[in-house]
Every structure is written in C-alpha cells, then in structure tokens.
C-alpha cells in the first residue's frame, strides 16, 4: 500500500509534458479542498496509525496528514492551475449518520457542524475537482467507497469493515463507461 500526500493534480502541475499525454482524471471521494477535521485529529492519526496492520506500507514523514489541511489544499490549488488538456470527473460520497463507520462517526459529528452532507471524512464540496464535471453521488461513508473491504482475507476488513458487499466494481464499470462516451463525444 502506498499513500502520498502528492496525488494525481500535483502530477499533472508538476510535469505539464507527461500531462499532455492525459486525457481524463476521475477522483472518486478524493480529498480535493482537504477536510476540516485534518487539524482536528493530527495527533489521533499519528497515534493510530502507528498501530494499525498495513505491513507494506513505510512509515511516512506526517505530510500526508498536514497537506489534508484545508489551507494547504486551498492555496496549492488556487496557485497551481491545473491543466485545460485534461478532462475532470468527481464522483463524490456523503451518507447520513446510520450509515457511518463506527470508526468514522466522531468525523461525522464534527463534520455535520459544516454540513451533514459528509462521508466521515470529508465534505462533499471538497471532493470536487475545480471545473470537473459532476458525476455522481455514493451514499455511503468515505471507507466504504475507497476502501478494498472485498478483500475478505485483509485483516482491514475485519477490524473496520461494516461487512456489507459494496458494488465498488459496478461504479467503476460505470465511470469509466461514462467517461469513455464522454471523451469520444467531445472528439466528433
């Protein structure tokens, strides 16, 4: 497993030549904006994490943590545009409560002071891509959505999974659909 705080958009910035050679993004429950609650849960994060089972991946320098700060996020992307090559699709998550991880639902609770439309981890106004097109809704919690919990041999999906089959494969089957459609008719 691999986590970075420099995702896609900053690839994208940073090599504008390997750029040209994208023609979509899609970001699925992405931390676009960051979240209000990254200051909030720094030194829970550092802890828990620090025990967590995920044995492949190296320990990490606390930047991914820190570059989920609302003000990060916010001042890199106002001073970095991202690329008009490049086509942009978001598909966000929000659900409502009954619906939250128990592990989720302190995020939750802090979130719905913003707004109630959050996935636990995140505000569904900052999962969007400044200028991508809309794609959807999940109406589920943030681990739901991003996480490998089909994977029933991972010890993850037994620590925190709610266990029920989440149709991960039919919405990316979905996306990639609609985005393929979408590409091929802007080109005629």
Sequence with gaps: MFFSRYFFLHFLV?????AQHVDAVVSVAGAINGSP???QVDDIYSKLSANLPF?????????????LKRPIRLTWLANNPLP?????????????RDRINRWLTNGYDILKTIDPRNDGLLLFSDQVIPGAVLLGYVNDDHWEVVLPFEDNN????ESISK??????EILLHTIILFVSENLNSSEG
């Design 163 to 168: 266990q029920i089959s989440y149709p991960r």
């Design 154 to 157: 991972s010890m993850l999906s």
């Design 37 to 39: 609650i990254a200051n």
């Design 14 to 18: 940073n090599f504008p030549g390997l």
């Design 55 to 67: 044995s492949e991946c190296e320990p990490g320098d606390g930047g991914a943590l820190r570059s």
């Design 84 to 96: 008009t090559s490049v086509k942009y699709y978001s598909v966000v998550s929000f659900t409502g």
